[in-house]
């Protein structure tokens, strides 16, 4: 314990001198535009920075800013998230763009109190964008944060936000108030470069020296890995075409995969044949018959908490008198570009698109 000031000064020295070598140059670093940093931390949630990247640029052209991120229609941010996944995260961003403009004059708030009750702002995200927009002292520990300092611990903590409290000590005793926002930075970029969930770097790591799981071989178990059961499931699709016009269907507004817009079928039940499931679910959904069937293709799509199977078919309608003009809507396949859809259902658009430039 007498040492620490002296380890803590090694360990920051060495920190300090690996991320300004290997840190990569993104375009939400050395910026302290809060609007920009705030997208960009929601954007990363779950997702890695080169998947991010394209999704960013593009955003941040379409709304440069929090007044136009409000002034935007839901669809057309649903639009622009469309592929990132976890669709609330950017209804957030729009209803809390909005509360910004109306209550802050189109300015984010500086307070962690009054951040924190803004949509999406989390405890990780308030001190991130406070720590890395406006430098005010607070440790952001994301999952890459987290997994870097429980290495660091050794095995006394366990992936778990009750344990926060001992990362939170062990980050304020080690980093001055003064450079939280460096040391968030250094500490995310050393978990995603080197400290990897699987195979981490060590021989690479500017701080295996002081780090208990290096020095007792159990890296590849802290965190201790979660069993993930991926839910498994099988669906139709109805591919209706009318005069170069395909029917799609709004889905709820509450629930997976809420407000995106997708062609009508469902879920197979256990034991049912493909096309049967398809008669079933077009006629409870349309409330009308399917005629002249025929198999499409087949993609699969990995969400977070389910796999899924969707089977197209192309087919017609024996009558369409039931249709909700609210909730259905004929579209071409290059309207349908500016609706956002779930990304197993992007599969089958692009599917249809090659087979359009075929014909
Ligand atoms: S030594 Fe290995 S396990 Fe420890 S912090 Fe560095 S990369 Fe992570």
Same mark, same amino acid.
């Given at each position: 314990?007498?040492?620490?000031?002296?380890?803590?000064?090694?360990?920051?020295?060495?920190?300090?001198?690996?991320?300004?070598?290997?840190?990569?140059?993104?375009?939400?670093?050395?910026?302290?535009?809060?609007?920009?940093?705030?997208?960009?931390?929601?954007?990363?949630?779950?997702?890695?920075?080169?998947?991010?990247?394209?999704?960013?640029?593009?955003?941040?052209?379409?709304?440069?800013?929090?007044?136009?991120?409000?002034?935007? &229609?839901?669809?057309? %941010? @649903?639009?622009?998230?469309?592929?990132?996944? $976890?669709?609330?995260?950017?209804? =957030?961003?729009? +209803?809390?763009?909005?509360?910004?403009?109306?209550?802050?004059?189109?300015?984010?708030?500086?307070?962690?109190?009054?951040?924190?009750?803004?949509?999406?702002?989390?405890?990780? &995200?308030?001190?991130? %964008? @406070?720590?890395?927009?406006?430098?005010?002292? $607070?440790?952001?520990?994301?999952? =890459?944060?987290? +997994?870097?300092?429980?290495?660091?611990?050794?095995?006394?903590?366990?992936?778990?936000?009750?344990?926060?409290?001992?990362?939170?000590?062990?980050?304020?005793?080690?980093?001055?108030?003064?450079?939280?926002?460096?040391?968030?930075?250094?500490?995310?970029?050393?978990?995603?470069?080197?400290?990897?969930?699987?195979?981490?770097?060590?021989?690479?790591?500017?701080?295996?020296?002081?780090?208990?799981?290096?020095?007792?071989?159990?890296?590849?178990?802290?965190?201790?890995?979660?069993n993930r059961n991926y839910r498994k499931i099988e669906a139709?699709?109805?591919?209706?075409?009318?005069?170069?016009?395909?029917?799609?269907?709004?889905?709820?507004?509450?629930?997976l995969?809420?407000?995106?817009?997708?062609?009508?079928?469902?879920k197979r039940?256990e034991?049912?044949?493909?096309?049967?499931?398809?008669?079933?679910?077009?006629?409870?959904?349309?409330?009308?018959?399917?005629?002249?069937?025929?198999?499409?293709?087949?993609?699969h799509h990995a969400y977070t908490q389910f796999q899924v199977t969707?089977?197209?078919?192309?087919?017609?309608?024996?009558?369409?008198?039931?249709?909700?003009?609210?909730?259905?809507?004929?579209?071409?396949?290059?309207?349908?570009?500016?609706?956002?859809?779930?990304?197993?259902?992007?599969?089958?658009?692009?599917?249809?698109?090659?087979?359009?430039?075929?014909?």
């Open positions: 314990m007498e040492n620490r000031p002296k380890y803590a000064a090694s360990f920051r020295k060495r920190l300090r001198a690996w991320y300004k070598t290997h840190s990569r140059k993104l375009p939400w670093r050395e910026i302290h535009d809060s609007y920009k940093i705030w997208i960009s931390e929601v954007m990363l949630q779950q997702t890695t920075v080169q998947a991010v990247l394209p999704y960013y640029r593009e955003w941040i052209k379409l709304f440069p800013d929090v007044k136009s991120l409000s002034q935007a &229609t839901l669809q057309k %941010v @649903l639009k622009a998230w469309q592929g990132l996944g $976890y669709y609330q995260r950017a209804k =957030n961003l729009h +209803r809390a763009s909005k509360i910004i403009t109306d209550k802050f004059g189109g300015k984010i708030p500086q307070n962690y109190e009054e951040m924190r009750k803004l949509p999406g702002f989390g405890p990780y &995200t308030t001190a991130a %964008v @406070l720590s890395f927009a406006f430098n005010k002292s $607070y440790p952001a520990l994301d999952a =890459n944060v987290r +997994r870097v300092l429980m290495r660091q611990l050794g095995e006394r903590y366990k992936l778990n936000p009750a344990n926060d409290k001992a990362l939170f000590e062990f980050f304020k005793f080690y980093f001055p108030p003064k450079e939280t926002s460096f040391f968030n930075q250094a500490l995310m970029e050393l978990g995603a470069l080197v400290c990897r969930p699987k195979n981490p770097l060590c021989f690479l790591c500017p701080i295996s020296q002081f780090c208990q799981a290096y020095e007792e071989g159990k890296q590849e178990v802290i965190p201790r890995p979660k139709v699709v109805a591919i209706i075409r009318k005069n170069r016009k395909y029917l799609i269907q709004k889905r709820p507004s509450k629930g995969l809420a407000d995106l817009w997708e062609f009508p079928g469902g039940k034991g049912e044949k493909l096309e049967e499931a398809l008669h079933r679910e077009i006629k409870e959904e349309l409330s009308s018959e399917v005629k002249d069937e025929r198999f499409l293709t087949r993609v969707l089977y197209a078919y192309e087919c017609s309608l024996k009558n369409e008198t039931q249709l909700n003009k609210g909730r259905h809507r004929w579209v071409t396949l290059k309207a349908l570009r500016s609706y956002p859809v779930p990304s197993g259902s992007a599969k089958i658009v692009k599917f249809l698109e090659e087979r359009e430039k075929i014909r």
